[in-house]
């Protein structure tokens, strides 16, 4: 199961980091679970804010693109120097089919710019992040320039002071990687989007070490 995967991960991360970068990555995990991001967030029978954003070849993708289809699976992430991000990644590239299935598309968003791999190993990132970086997969990547589409949805949190000097210690260039210095993240929020642009079910976990199973994300689709 993929927060199980995140839980390993956090706890490798706990055993093999030097203690000072530990204490500065708890330090800010708590104060980001601290934020209200779950009250202000987007629920279900809202309506999804409409967009225009590019995916991860240069096109142009509206909301209503994705509407006329079927349902929308609409997930976001920070970007590939997150182990968690990645994980995320792989396992709903896995999934990938058992979600069409249930006459869904999926797309993912993020603040990152559209070769972010390759960015982010020019920018000197350690082989221990660039190794572990998403390059490609089968569906939508979306660059939400600025957190526009995030921050409509009350999705965007600023990134602690100890969480970006975590980064800086990994040589991770958030700057180069989204072409923003504001440091602004989205939650790790995934919604389902109703073809008439209503927000059937909305996962929010205000805590960005853990995500929605495609278990969680099959069954809602089924329900609606």
Known sequence: MLNQKIRET?????????????LLLEQGAGEISALDIIERAKKPDDQMPSFALKNQHGETRLLEDYLVKGSLILTFYRGVWCPYCNLQLKAYSERLTDMQKEGA???AITPEKSGAVDILKKSGAPAEVTDMAVGQVTFDVLHDEGN??????????ELPE?????????GIDIQALTGDSSFTFPDPATYIIKPSGEIAWAFVPNNYR???EVD?????LRAI
């Not at 100890?162 to 990994?170: A, E, G, N, P, W």
């Not at 969680?216 to 809602?220: D, P, R």
């Open 10 to 22: 956090i706890q490798h991360l706990r055993e093999t980091l030097p203690a000072e970068l530990t």
């Open 105 to 107: 598309t999926l797309v």
């Open 216 to 220: 969680q994300i099959i069954e809602a």
């Open 148 to 157: 526009g589409v995030a921050e409509a949805l009350g999705l965007v949190f």
């Open 162 to 170: 100890s969480h970006r000097q975590l980064l800086d210690s990994f």
């Open 210 to 212: 853990k995500r929605a």
